[in-house]
């Protein structure tokens, strides 16, 4: 049954249920909507769907090809994984702008044109701030703040971007832009902050950790991956890409082997993980492109596996750093053992996800002549297995044993974790079957050869044969209790004391300028008032003989000009 | 039936609501009954309009002789774009204002006047529509005299006893006005020995140079400026509007003046004709400097006032300022720009009087200091007072952005870009006066009469959010709005150079 219902409306009318229902029924609404919404999306048809004309301009809201289907089916999938992860929660806030943000990144994903995009991508920012906010602790509220004031900056650089950028080229359309105007680099660098780039990431790594435990998993699987499709859409070829996505898997490693707040972990590993993203998307290859959206998909499946993981640990426990965790496997198994499946994706073992859509990035970097690129990646791969594959997992459920012995999280989150477990497994046996038929651009490929699968496996063996030597000497930095100094260090200290400092430097003369200003100002506002106030000339109310008289100026005024 | 009721739809226009205002009297013992048949007649109404508006912009310009008498001896009726599109506006708000009218009216006026009430409220719309829709000078001037009696009728029932002052000072000021457009027509008679208005615009070019025309003209400018309450003849409506009921308010707030406008358009590009009224007179400077004059005015005082009704009420006279400036122009842009401000100043002055009357509802007051916190207290109420005010401001999406935007735009294109700069200006004050309103109601703490109030009923609600939706709908779908408003634009300049 073909139709045009616009994707985003079932989750927005979901989003409207959810806000008045309650209990079981709310559950059903909640679930119902994912599929409901992906049945409808099934059918489908392609191409420009609904337009509309807004000031002189061609809106059009919902534009279908194969890019924005697979993202299309990626966002439901991932809404029904983290809904089911998240419906045993009795908050109807963090529940309705689940939804709504869900709608706002469909409506991303599938708009035709920069208005319609930039409608949906500050819709995104102004609903994911409440899953932030949703965990209602001091610290979050506060990271909540900064998370909004950066992305409301990304927001702001992409509409100044798309207006040089249409006052430019004369058109709205959302399809290659490219880095020749000047609007292309600001609209490059809005989409850029959403998903990272070196610099601009610290809002990921700040505010992530600090969301609700079920927030998180809807917070890594829409935003970033938005910015990565529109990336795609818009500048995929374009070179500066490769050596920022090259940058972005690289850096993070090294914060996440320190950091001891396994979500924070997460967090870094999702930079690095879009690196490998941005990386593909730079090459621009057909197979590069396919590369960077099939990780893109995977990456919502392994790395929400990996943050549900982390969430039913921090709901049962109360606790997500490594050091006042351990053990966790005796009272755990089921849990633990999902969250290997998810390590093992994220760490591109062959037979899981991870290794289906990673290699055909590492692969096209090959095929491109890049070998210093190749080589970075090549070592970011190992920084994956180190940090996301054997830290994760080891630390919250091995390791030392802190004592806690919590039970198995509630069903649905074993469930939600489970589908997720299950998609890794079978997408990363038979990619050719599930995933690969849905990839948007034309590019033939096959993982599972020699070369392939044994050198990831070599470099997967040695890797780990490095981290648990460095473990078993002692070279390997324990987890402490201990808060690294990142970018946002730069701003949310440096940038305060300064403004302090700057402050009682001008503050006198501020303060003499704002005195010297204000008398004539009040001056001013008091003869305002004098003519203008309740009492005054033009305000109060007048004698029926003077309205008359003004009858009269007015007439006589009207027969001398005339007269003239 | 309906084919043979089909050709005297022009007539119907305003039979329908004349006829229903002595039913309302007859049968006064079911008050019920009342409201249902002013309903039905205002929908009747805006269905005829509907129709009418579809049939000018298919098949041109519709004449209808009245009673069979062929103009220029019998009454013509004469619908184009221009009043097809006003009477549009008139029967579009009162058909919102009549919902709103069965649970407001019930509070504010005494039960045995309610009938009374809805059968001047009937004939006032009677007298809008026929003053819009007729074709004959002198009937123009009956139907006014029909919609102003009503009218103070109106105010005075208003349950302050200061309404019954200011609906006096409006009888006075309205009287003089209606002398005045009397006179005016009376001199047009004079020279042209005819009232038709088609038969007038033919006529009057012989006679241009003659002094009895241009005092004509002057007495008609004035007597029309003061229904349309133009600086300085605006000092009867600040009053008038703050004290009348709620309903009475935001019917009168978001038509008469309107009404009023298109009678001064119809005059001076019409009957007189635009090359006398501006190039042989200097009625456009006028205009401007003193749309000018109200539109700053009534801003600042607007700011100060600590009554919202009142408040709202200078706003319109600085919206009437924009509206003036437009036509002052004498451009089509300009034009355009005026013809879609009445329309959205319409729906946006309908909207926040309604919302204010939602807020008095509960509270029996429209002061500022009762007010404080009432926004907390009544969400919906006072959501629809912020979203129809940032439609008067003019935030883009909203209605009232459009029409400033042509503005702006008319302004710019005859190089009059402090005229430009005036109409921001003017939005500047609007955030003001708006935002003292939200400040003060959102962020403050509950007044005691705040305190005990509870959201509005949703017979007073759906109304109001229509209104407010309809700001929202016409700030994003401009079709018809700027197409018929252009047309009409066009229409009238016809004669423009």
């Keep these: 049954m073909p139709t045009e219902l616009p994707p985003f409306l079932p989750f927005l009318i979901g989003a409207l249920l959810t806000a008045v229902t309650r209990g079981r029924l709310r559950s059903a609404v909640m679930l119902a909507t994912p599929v409901v919404g992906g049945i409808c999306l099934l ?23 194969e890019l924005s289907m697979l993202f299309g089916y990626l966002f439901h999938l991932g809404a029904f994984i983290a809904i089911l992860y998240a419906v045993h929660i009795k908050d109807t806030l963090q529940h309705v702008v689940a939804m709504i943000y869900a709608a706002s990144a469909l409506g991303a994903v599938f708009a035709g044109d920069l208005i319609s995009f930039f409608l949906s991508w500050e819709l995104l920012t102004v609903s994911s701030v409440f899953l932030v906010w949703a965990r209602r602790t001091p610290q979050a509220i506060r990271a909540g703040f900064r998370y909004l004031i950066l992305q409301i900056g990304s927001g702001v650089t992409l509409l100044a971007g798309i207006l040089i950028h249409v006052h430019a080229t004369g058109d709205i359309s959302m399809g290659h832009i490219g880095l020749d105007t000047p609007g292309g680099w600001l609209i490059m660098l809005a989409l850029g902050l959403k998903c990272g780039f070196p610099m601009l990431h610290m809002w990921l790594t700040d505010a992530y950790p600090e969301s609700t435990p079920t927030g998180a998993v809807f917070l890594c699987m829409f935003t970033t991956k938005c910015a990565i499709y529109a990336l795609t859409r818009s500048f995929a070829g374009a070179d500066p890409l490769i050596y920022i996505g090259t940058a972005m898997t690289f850096f993070p490693i090294f914060f996440a082997v320190i950091e001891n707040d396994l979500r924070r972990v997460l967090a870094y590993s999702m930079i690095n993980q879009l690196g490998f993203m941005v990386c593909g998307i730079g090459l621009g290859t057909a197979l590069a492109l396919n590369g960077a959206v099939s990780h893109a998909f995977n990456d919502v499946l392994f790395k929400g596996l990996l943050f549900m993981a982390m969430g039913a640990v921090l709901t049962m426990t109360g606790r997500t750093r490594a050091s006042d965790l351990g053990g966790l496997y005796k009272s755990m198994p089921q849990t633990a053992t999902l969250c290997i499946i998810g390590a093992a994706s994220i760490s591109a073992i062959p037979l899981f996800c991870g290794f289906v859509s990673k290699s055909m990035i590492m692969q096209s970097a090959l095929n491109e002549g890049h070998m210093v690129v190749w080589f970075f990646l090549l070592f970011a791969s190992v920084g994956v297995l180190e940090h996301a594959g054997i830290k994760i997992p080891f630390f919250a459920f091995f390791a030392h044993d802190s004592g806690l012995r919590p039970p198995e999280p509630p069903t649905n989150m074993r469930l939600a974790m489970l589908i997720a477990a299950v998609l890794c497994v079978v997408i990363g046996t038979a990619p050719a079957t599930t995933l690969y038929p849905l990839l948007p651009f034309a590019a033939e490929y096959h993982p599972y050869d020699a070369t392939h699968v044994i050198t990831q496996l070599q470099l997967l063996m040695f890797g780990g044969l490095a981290v648990f030597w460095m473990m078993r000497t002692g070279r390997y930095p324990t987890e402490e209790r201990a808060i690294n100094i990142d970018v946002d260090w730069l701003y949310r200290r440096i940038l305060p004391s300064g403004i302090s400092s700057a402050e009682n430097v001008l503050e006198p003369a501020w303060s003499s300028l704002k005195r010297g200003a204000a008398r004539p100002l009040n001056g001013l506002i008091a003869l305002l008032f004098r003519y203008h106030g309740p009492q005054g000339t033009l305000a109060r109310t007048w004698p029926i003989g003077s309205m008359v008289i003004w009858v009269t100026v007015l007439l006589a005024v009207f027969v001398v000009v005339y007269y003239l | ?100 009218a069965n649970q407001s009216v019930a509070k504010e006026i005494p039960a045995d006047r309610v009938p009374l009430f809805y059968a001047l409220l009937m004939l006032c719309l009677t007298g809008l529509l026929g003053m819009t829709i007729t074709g004959d000078a002198f009937n123009v001037f009956v139907f006014l005299e029909i919609s102003s009696l009503s009218m103070y009728g109106l105010i005075s029932m208003g349950r302050d006893r200061r309404a019954l002052t200011s609906a006096f000072q409006y009888l006075v000021m309205g009287t003089i006005g209606g002398t005045f457009i009397l006179v005016g027509i009376g001199f047009l008679y004079v020279v042209t020995g005819t009232l038709n208005m088609a ?253 005990e109030a509870t959201e509005a009923p949703l017979g007073l609600l759906i109304p109001t959010w229509i209104l407010v939706l309809a700001n929202l709908y016409f700030g994003t779908h401009t079709g018809l709005t700027v197409g018929v408003a252009n047309l009409a634009a066009r229409t009238l300049a016809e004669g423009l150079r």
């Design chain 2, 1 to 100: 039936m309906l084919s043979v009721l089909a050709n005297d739809l022009p007539a119907l226009q305003v039979v329908v609501p004349l006829v229903s205002a002595p039913l309302c009297l007859i049968l006064a013992r079911w008050p019920r009954i009342v409201w249902l048949l002013c309903l039905a007649a205002s929908w009747t109404s805006l269905a005829i309009a509907i129709e009418l508006l579809d049939q000018v912009l298919s098949g041109g310009t519709i004449s209808y002789a009245m009673g069979g008498w062929a103009a220029p001896w019998g009454i013509e009726y004469r619908i184009d774009a221009v009043n097809a599109y006003v009477i549009l506006i008139v029967t579009g708000i009162a058909s919102v204002v009549m919902p709103y």
């Design chain 2, 199 to 451: 038969d007038l615009a033919m006529r009057l070019p012989e006679v241009t140079q003659l002094r009895t025309l241009h005092t004509g003209f002057a007495f008609l400018v004035v007597g029309i400026g003061l229904k349309l309450a133009m600086f300085p003849l605006h000092l009867w409506l600040p009053n008038a509007y703050a004290y009348a009921p709620s309903t009475a308010t935001a019917f009168i707030a978001a038509t008469a003046t309107k009404v009023a406008v298109y009678a001064l358009l119809r005059f001076v590009f019409t009957v007189i004709g635009p090359v006398i009224a501006y190039q042989d007179l200097p009625f456009g400077e006028i205009a401007k400097v003193l749309a000018v004059l109200g539109l700053v005015t009534g801003s600042f005082v607007a700011i100060f006032q600590e009554n919202v009704k009142r408040m709202l009420a200078y706003s319109s006279v600085a919206q009437i300022g924009y509206i003036l400036l437009g036509i002052g122009l004498a451009t089509v842009m300009g034009l355009t720009a005026s013809m879609l401000h009445l329309f959205n100043h319409a729906l946006i002055k309908g909207a926040l009087f309604m919302a204010v009357g939602c807020l008095f509802y509960r509270t029996r007051s429209v002061r500022l200091d009762d007010l404080r916190g009432i926004g907390r207290k009544m969400p919906w109420s006072f959501g629809a007072f912020v979203i129809a005010g940032l439609s008067l401001i003019g935030v883009p999406l909203t209605a009232g952005f459009v029409s400033k935007w042509y503005l702006v735009q008319a302004s710019l294109e005859v190089g009059q870009w402090p005229l430009a700069v005036l109409v921001l200006g003017g939005s500047l004050l609007a955030i003001i006066y708006i935002w003292r309103v939200v400040e003060i109601a959102w962020f403050g703490s509950p007044s005691t009469r705040a305190a």
């Design chain 1, 43 to 65: 059918g489908i048809d392609s191409g420009a769907l609904h337009q509309v004309q807004l000031l002189g301009y061609t809106l059009t809201p919902v534009r279908v090809d």
